[in-house]
């Protein structure tokens, strides 16, 4: 997966000739947010890990989003001359357009795993539409994370069933997880002004709920589970208005940049 990513930066970021529009940009930025905090959040398991393997496995996945997030910023900043590390290091919390369920902590691994799960279900449905966009370069970008964001649900679905049908204590965790997250869920199928605006090259996100809510369904039932019967949060990413948790990720991603702007090794 790691070789993945370097010919998506190859195949994608390279293209200076790909400039986006405004509008496209906007969309593309959300977009890449998304990816970016996520994958924020994923590199915090690198060495605490129940397993080797999972230890492996979780920092390929983050690598895979940072991917994503990559090429999906890189095309926002075309817009307006900026790269991809100003928009990953040189924004304030405002500035970010993530949804809420990318921002919340990790906590134990069974929170780590439904977090997972809701979000590789949504970014299949996601990038499955949007590989047919009009805009190139985003289908471009949809076509190459749709393979990966498969391995992705895979993964979490794989290890829903070990924990929901392991042991007495695994199970109470993962309930508990997925009461805690399936609140953000709703956030994902809010539609924005960005993706409205671009008919025939964004996705509307409300027309991602019944596919994604359907698969849920169907996986959850298999680790004799249900959907929580809660209400979703209101959210707002995407207008900037973000949970309390993202301001310390933020601060934690961008210490580095900021205190030594413009260093290379």
Known sequence: MVVDTV???????????????????AYALGLGDDALILAQQLGWWISRAPELEEDIALANIALDLLGHARSLLHYAGSA????????????????????WLFEQPNGDF??????????????????????????????????KAEKEVAYHLDHAEQWMRRLALGTEESRRRTIVALGDLWPY?????????????????????SSLRDDVEAELTGILSACELEAPRVPFSSGGG????????????????????????????
Request: aromatic share 8%.
């Open 80 to 99: 307006d001359g900026r790269t991809e590390d100003d928009l990953a290091y040189w924004r304030g919390e405002r500035e970010f357009r993530s949804r």
């Open 238 to 265: 995407r207008e900037g208005r973000h949970s309390s948790y993202l301001g310390f990720l933020l601060a934690e991603m961008q210490v580095l940049a900021r205190q030594h702007p413009g260093a290379t090794w």
């Open 7 to 25: 010919q998506l930066d190859a195949e994608l970021i390279g293209d200076e000739a790909a400039v986006a529009s405004p509008e496209v940009a």
């Open 185 to 205: 869920l709703g956030e994902l199928f809010v539609d924005d002004e960005a993706a409205l605006a671009l008919p025939g090259i964004a996705v509307p996100p």
């Open 110 to 143: 069974a929170h780590t795993i439904v977090r997972q799960l809701l979000a590789s279900t949504y970014f299949r449905a996601l990038y499955a539409e949007l590989s047919t966009s009009a805009d190139p370069t985003l289908a471009a970008i949809a076509a």
